[in-house]
């Protein structure tokens, strides 16, 4: 199972990107997705996921109102919206898979994980 994250770079605070992860080797629409980020010295945290039943979402909260995740079975893509960003938000930013319905919010509940995409914001 390969997951590939593009869509990162640089942005200034406030403005919006949309990031993305395909997924290959794995039935995609049996699988439940997981965005975490990870900035310099920081752990791992949880950000978004979206389940494979019913598209169900969570968000962190520090991100509800602000980041959206949606999914293209169709495409084998997850793309996770990231609005008003701030510089808090700088991190690399990973995609991690799941072949539970619920997609967990636990880092160590996921089996695949992608290298991640680079998100800088300037102040």
């Known amino acids: 199972v390969q997951l590939q994250a593009s869509g990162g770079g640089l942005v200034q605070a406030g403005g919006s990107l949309r990031v993305s992860c395909a997924v290959s080797g794995r039935l995609f629409s049996t699988t439940s997705m997981g965005w975490f980020r990870q900035a310099p010295g920081k752990e791992r945290e949880f950000v978004a996921a979206i389940s494979w039943i019913g598209g169900r979402t969570d968000y962190a909260d520090s991100v509800k109102g602000r980041f959206t995740i949606s999914r293209d079975d169709a495409k084998n893509t997850v793309y996770p919206q990231m609005g008003h960003l701030n510089v808090e938000d700088t991190a690399v930013y990973l995609c991690?898979?799941?072949?539970?319905?619920?997609?967990?919010?636990?880092?160590?509940?996921?089996?695949?994980w992608g290298h991640g995409t680079q998100v800088t914001v300037s102040s």
């Open positions: 991690a898979a799941s072949p539970k319905v619920f997609a967990p919010t636990g880092a160590n509940e996921y089996d695949y």
